[in-house]
């Protein structure tokens, strides 16, 4: 079966600029989340979705950030007026409702010039 | 407030010996606890959980962890090292947030296997 998919897999952008980034978790997976990862580091969690409940935002570094999520299916993080301090790997994960376990997507890469 | 230390951020064995990754962690209720891997340029992929069953967890590729909670650890190990094992290792625990459940990511461990 499909798993977790994510678009770009790259985008090099200029500063100032906006980006979006997609996810579409694996179908019937209820719950979605956002990380960043940056070089060498842990990840950090940004944002998660639970079906029709509200999002948990606490992540969100600032208010440049932002995602939406259509019902139980794909996702968009965006970044608006990029800094090169975004510049990271946005790893997209999926999990059935009240399972912890996550399964991964390969992650896109933003590098902001 | 819950919380997971990795306690190594690198660790080097020699191909075929043993691999002992340490992680302790913090949470003030009966916590559900995972390993991940990261293989370079690949995605995340889940080693093992625990979540309240058996104490020793048996996962993918001959690792397992135990957990010891009078000692907060769930450390991972594995009795030979392979070079394929090379990778980043991350140590995760979960935690409810009202009708959520979120999960808190260590920093991670590099293992390299040295020939």
């Not at chain 2, 093992?48 to 048996?58: G, W």
Request: glycine share 8%; with cysteine.
């Amino acid at each position: 079966g499909a798993g977790v998919s994510q678009s770009p897999s790259n985008k090099v952008t200029e500063k100032g600029k906006d980006v979006e980034l997609r996810c579409d978790p694996i179908s019937g997976h209820t719950a979605l989340y956002w990380y960043r990862q940056r070089l060498g580091q842990g990840l950090e969690f940004l944002i998660y979705f639970q079906g029709n409940s509200a999002p948990d935002k606490s992540g969100l570094p600032s208010d440049r950030f932002s995602a939406e999520r259509t019902g139980e299916s794909v996702s968009t993080l965006t970044i608006q007026r990029t800094q090169q301090e975004d510049s990271a790997v946005y790893l997209c994960a999926s999990s059935q409702r009240g399972e912890g376990e996550q399964f991964f997507g390969p992650g896109t890469r933003l590098t902001v010039l | 407030a819950q919380s997971v230390t990795q306690l190594d951020s690198h660790v080097s064995v020699s191909e075929g010996t043993p691999v002992l990754l340490r992680c302790n962690y913090s949470s003030s209720y009966s916590p559900s606890l995972f390993w991940y891997v990261q293989h370079p340029n690949k995605g995340l992929q889940l080693l093992l959980k625990y979540t309240s069953a058996a104490t020793l967890v048996k996962g993918i590729n001959g690792f397992e962890a135990e957990f010891k909670k009078s000692e907060t650890s769930f450390h991972l190990t594995k009795p030979s090292a392979h070079m394929s094992d090379a990778a980043e290792y991350f140590c995760v625990v979960s935690r409810p947030a009202g009708n959520n459940r979120k999960l808190i990511w260590g920093l991670g461990t590099s293992l390299a296997v040295n020939p």
